[in-house]
Antibody, heavy 117, light 110 residues
Framework: EVQLVESGGGLVQPGGSLRLSCAASGFTFSSYEMNWVRQAPGKGLEWVSYISSSGSTIYYADSVKGRFTISRDNAKNSLYLQMNSLRAEDTAVYYC??????????WGQGTLVTVSS | SYVLTQPPSVSVAPGQTARITCGGNNIGSKSVHWYQQKPGQAPVLVVY???DRPSGIPERFSGSNSGNTATLTISRVEAGDEADYYC?????????????FGTGTKVTVL
């Protein structure tokens, strides 16, 4: 059974940093591209970042480019999102999602990030 | 950047048909995917590549895509179909490729 479990969310002050993790199981993690998607409270879905299976290709949404860094450790079956210079508008539930040919076929349950003083 | 526009809400009586549109410039040239999200839950893929269904998704869910509009159709609507629905495409048209989600549509079963 495919499982994606996010962790690392919490309360952080504006300008602070946070590192999210996504632990994958039930599939060959190293063969799949992965994504982070977020959802602000009461709002719609917003794609954040994409990473290829090897980590050699990375894309970011304009709203996070230069502040967020996506990475992966295929030996640990884990996906990461390093978030720096956080702003109030980054407050959201962050989901990791498996990529399957330009769509997201499995999602984690999400981790909440709150940016507030 | 590429924009996908959905109606904020659609209301439908049980047993009737709900149609949710997703508008985008020449969206007919892209593959469109649809996700269902119930309160407090992660999104679930219900239609992919315009009109295909993942295993486990009822045949009541169908999709089409042409011109500037993609449509998700839910036939014989049930109370359990009440949720938010999002369309999605991969936009490779700019020098910043990435995924784009629609604005979302809340389906209310009367």
């Amino acid at each position: 059974e495919v499982q994606l479990v996010e962790s690392g969310g919490g309360l952080v002050q504006p300008g602070g940093s946070l590192r999210l993790s996504c632990a994958a199981s039930g599939f060959t993690f190293s063969s799949y591209e992965m994504n982070w998607v977020r959802q602000a409270p009461g709002k719609g879905l917003e794609w954040v970042s994409y990473i290829s299976s090897s980590g050699s290709t990375i894309y970011y949404a304009d709203s996070v480019k230069g502040r967020f860094t996506i990475s992966r450790d295929n030996a640990k079956n884990s996906l990461y999102l390093q978030m720096n210079s956080l702003r109030a508008e980054d407050t959201a539930v962050y989901y990791c999602a498996r990529d399957l040919g330009q769509l997201h076929d499995y999602w984690g349950q999400g981790t909440l990030v709150t940016v507030s003083s | 950047s590429y924009v996908l526009t959905q109606p904020p809400s659609v209301s439908v009586a049980p047993g009737q048909t709900a149609r949710i549109t997703c508008g985008g410039n020449n969206i007919g040239s892209k593959s469109v995917h649809w996700y269902q999200q119930k309160p407090g839950q992660a999104p679930v893929l219900v239609v992919y590549d315009d009109s295909d269904r993942p295993s486990g998704i009822p045949e009541r869910f169908s999709g089409s895509n042409s011109g500037n509009t993609a449509t998700l159709t839910i036939s014989r609507v049930e109370a359990g179909d009440e949720a938010d629905y999002y369309c999605q495409v991969w936009d490779s048209s700019s020098d910043h490729p990435g995924y784009v989600f629609g604005t979302g549509t809340k389906v209310t079963v009367l």
